[in-house]
Structures are given as structure tokens and as C-alpha cells.
Nanobody, 122 residues
Framework: QVHVVESGGGSAQAGDSLRLACVAS????????MGWFRETPGKEREVVAG???????YLRDSVKGRFTISRDYAKNTIYLQMNNLKVEDTAVYYC????????????????WGQGTRVTVSS
């Protein structure tokens, strides 16, 4: 199994920066793509950024130019650098780890962290 732990959330003013980190540990054969999602009350959890095992990245349109996702493969860690934060970025941010495709002893649903809260005030 894979244990996922996020850190780096907190309170910020609009325009400030925060950096989130997500560390995955455990069965490393089950660690492939890693990504960030966020959730606010009354809304579905949405993908914010993703990083696949081949180095490809994804950012949702609303954070492009402000957020950057990076990855330390050796540490099984991804980071989300969030600059020029906006009030609408307020959410609980979750990290998700997906296993590679194929018949592996991994959860096909992936692995989620417990989340880290980001609160941005004006």
C-alpha cells in the first residue's frame, strides 16, 4: 500500500504564495502519476495539477500562470507552488497517487492523502 501525506497549507492573503508538498511512501511499485485536487463545500473535488511518471504535467486553466507542479522522483514527492493566490483558491487540497497500469498488487482507485487546508483572504 501507499501512504500519502500532504503539508504546507495554511492561511494567506490574496497575492501571497504558498507551497504544498506531498510525500508518498510504502509500496513504490504502486507510485506512478501524482497529482493535486481541491475541494470546497458544495462543489465536487476538482483536479488542480498532475504529474505523470514520464514527466508530463497538467494544470487546470484557472491556475495556469500562477501555480507550478514539480516532482522529486527520488523522494516520491510532488510540490505545488502557488503564487498570486486568489480568494477562490481557498479549499482543502488533496494529493492523489495513481499506480501504473497493469496487473500489480495496487489499489486501482489510487491513494489519497488526508488533505491540507488553504485559506486565502482578501
Amino acid at each position: 500500500q501507499v501512504h500519502v501525506v500532504e503539508s504546507g497549507g495554511g492561511s494567506a492573503q490574496a497575492g501571497d504564495s504558498l507551497r504544498l508538498a506531498c510525500v508518498a511512501s510504502g509500496d513504490t511499485i504502486c507510485i506512478s502519476a501524482m497529482g493535486w485536487f481541491r475541494e470546497t463545500p458544495g462543489k465536487e473535488r476538482e483536479v488542480v495539477a498532475g504529474h505523470n511518471s514520464g514527466g508530463g504535467t497538467y494544470l487546470r486553466d484557472s491556475v495556469k500562470g500562477r501555480f507550478t507542479i514539480s516532482r522529486d522522483y527520488a523522494k516520491n514527492t510532488i510540490y505545488l507552488q502557488m503564487n498570486n493566490l486568489k480568494v477562490e483558491d481557498t479549499a482543502v487540497y488533496y494529493c492523489k497517487v495513481d499506480p501504473p497500469a497493469g496487473p500489480l498488487p495496487c489499489s486501482s482507485d489510487g491513494y489519497w492523502g488526508q488533505g491540507t487546508r488553504v485559506t486565502v483572504s482578501s
